[in-house]
């Protein structure tokens, strides 16, 4: 194992060994290669730089209390991948590909995979673009998919569950009711560059996106799901421009074996005045607690029109499904759902 300093990860990007590439090319995909370069040579007319078709997926291999190495349920990132390719009409990995070069990813930059009593993990970036030269506006017919992998600490370095700030504003949308949300595409995340630096300049953690039509109801985070605690329910926007996280979706399994009722639908953003706990959820945040909102008519505005106020540290409940999943996840806890992946390395 590298001597890195683990304690001081953030969510940013260190340097490894290799990265895991593959190409789309006259009807197959090439053999996948292990390469040190992480430089890759692409036409200045493939479509990805022109029309943005690209996609990508964010999942993490942990080291576990046993020494074991595992990744959390890597097919459900295969299928969105899949999903995400289908809507830009790219050619994408199958099911197994993906998984084969996720093991792949984690075998060959193995030692950076950080200690289990860290709180950091090796983050995986599978990533596909759209890479034949053209010109007109269409789907690229040639793609390349490269499986990257960097290890992460949490948004807050060695601590966890450390409460942030939100802000929403109504003059910036994610998503278009009938657009593209619901997938992991890279036009999704250009739209909330803008948005974002104007939140984080104000010293926000986080920016909240409304729906696109009424302004009124909560989407998700631009960088992760949104969820609630009210009482001993945990509810969750279900909206067609979300994207549909896969920490979100174990924590309704949890939650619901914890006894907890979960309620996927509309939240209206005036009913965070009668919720208990309020969080952002996904794979590169975790469960990370959102202590207030700001309530803004422009995302420029000095001032909020309203500010919503939760528990001041991470609610009860909130902690108790984080300690399931990384528990999970590190093999503390029994996978009696199934969704951990032994890597042999
Ligand atoms: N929403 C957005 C916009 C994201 O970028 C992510 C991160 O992948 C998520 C939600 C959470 O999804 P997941 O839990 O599958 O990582
Ligand atoms: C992830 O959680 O995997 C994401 O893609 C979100 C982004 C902040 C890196």
């Given at each position: 194992m590298k001597n890195l300093e683990w304690g001081k990860m953030s969510f940013s990007y260190t340097k490894t060994d290799y990265i895991i590439y593959s190409t789309f090319k006259d009807g197959k995909w090439t053999p996948a290669v292990k390469t040190a370069d992480f430089?890759?040579?692409?036409?200045?007319?493939?479509?990805?730089?022109?029309?943005?078709?690209?996609?990508?997926?964010?999942?993490?291999?942990?080291?576990?209390?046993?020494?074991?190495?595992?990744?959390?349920?890597?097919?459900?990132?295969?299928?969105?991948?899949?999903?995400?390719?289908?809507?830009?009409?790219?050619?994408?990995?199958?099911?197994?590909?993906?998984?084969?070069?996720?093991?792949?990813?984690v075998k060959a930059n193995a030692e950076y995979i950080p200690p289990y009593e860290s709180t950091a993990s090796l983050y995986l970036r599978p990533l596909l673009i759209g890479s034949n030269p053209?010109?007109?506006?269409?789907?690229?017919?040639?793609?390349?998919?490269?499986?990257?992998?960097?290890?992460?600490?949490?948004?807050?370095?060695?601590?966890?569950?450390?409460?942030?700030?939100?802000?929403?504003?109504?003059?910036?949308?994610?998503a278009a009711p009938n657009g593209s949300g619901s997938y992991k595409i890279g036009a999704n995340y250009a739209q909330s560059l803008h948005p974002?630096?104007?939140?984080?300049?104000?010293?926000?953690?986080?920016?909240?996106?409304?729906?696109?039509?009424?302004?009124?109801?909560?989407?998700?985070?631009?960088?992760?799901?949104?969820?609630?605690?009210?009482?001993?329910?945990?509810?969750?926007?279900?909206?067609h421009s979300v994207l549909p996280s896969i920490t979100?979706?174990?924590?309704?399994?949890?939650?619901?074996?914890?006894?907890?009722?979960?309620?996927m639908r509309e939240i209206p953003l005036v009913e965070l005045d009668s919720v208990d706990e309020v969080n952002s959820c996904g794979t590169a945040v975790v469960i990370t607690p959102i202590c207030r909102i700001d309530d803004k008519i422009r995302l420029e505005d000095e001032l909020p029109s309203h500010v919503y106020k939760f528990t001041e540290e991470c609610g009860v409940k909130s902690r108790a499904l984080y300690d399931q999943i990384i528990g999970i996840q590190k093999g503390t806890l029994d996978d009696r759902f199934g969704w951990t992946m032994f890597v042999d390395c």
């Amino acid at each position: 194992m590298k001597n890195l300093e683990w304690g001081k990860m953030s969510f940013s990007y260190t340097k490894t060994d290799y990265i895991i590439y593959s190409t789309f090319k006259d009807g197959k995909w090439t053999p996948a290669v292990k390469t040190a370069d992480f430089n890759i040579a692409l036409s200045s007319y493939a479509g990805v730089l022109h029309y943005g078709s690209s996609c990508f997926e964010g999942l993490k291999a942990f080291r576990g209390v046993d020494g074991k190495v595992r990744l959390f349920r890597p097919e459900e990132n295969a299928k969105r991948m899949i999903r995400s390719a289908e809507f830009l009409d790219l050619p994408a990995p199958s099911i197994e590909q993906f998984v084969e070069m996720c093991v792949m990813a984690v075998k060959a930059n193995a030692e950076y995979i950080p200690p289990y009593e860290s709180t950091a993990s090796l983050y995986l970036r599978p990533l596909l673009i759209g890479s034949n030269p053209q010109l007109g506006i269409r789907s690229s017919v040639e793609s390349t998919f490269i499986v990257m992998a960097s290890p992460v600490g949490t948004y807050s370095g060695d601590k966890i569950l450390v409460p942030g700030t939100a802000v929403v504003g109504r003059n910036h949308d994610r998503a278009a009711p009938n657009g593209s949300g619901s997938y992991k595409i890279g036009a999704n995340y250009a739209q909330s560059l803008h948005p974002y630096n104007i939140a984080h300049k104000q010293g926000y953690r986080e920016l909240l996106f409304l729906d696109a039509s009424t302004h009124s109801l909560i989407e998700e985070f631009g960088s992760s799901n949104f969820f609630a605690i009210k009482g001993n329910t945990y509810i969750t926007p279900n909206s067609h421009s979300v994207l549909p996280s896969i920490t979100n979706a174990s924590l309704r399994t949890v939650a619901q074996d914890l006894g907890m009722k979960v309620e996927m639908r509309e939240i209206p953003l005036v009913e965070l005045d009668s919720v208990d706990e309020v969080n952002s959820c996904g794979t590169a945040v975790v469960i990370t607690p959102i202590c207030r909102i700001d309530d803004k008519i422009r995302l420029e505005d000095e001032l909020p029109s309203h500010v919503y106020k939760f528990t001041e540290e991470c609610g009860v409940k909130s902690r108790a499904l984080y300690d399931q999943i990384i528990g999970i996840q590190k093999g503390t806890l029994d996978d009696r759902f199934g969704w951990t992946m032994f890597v042999d390395c």
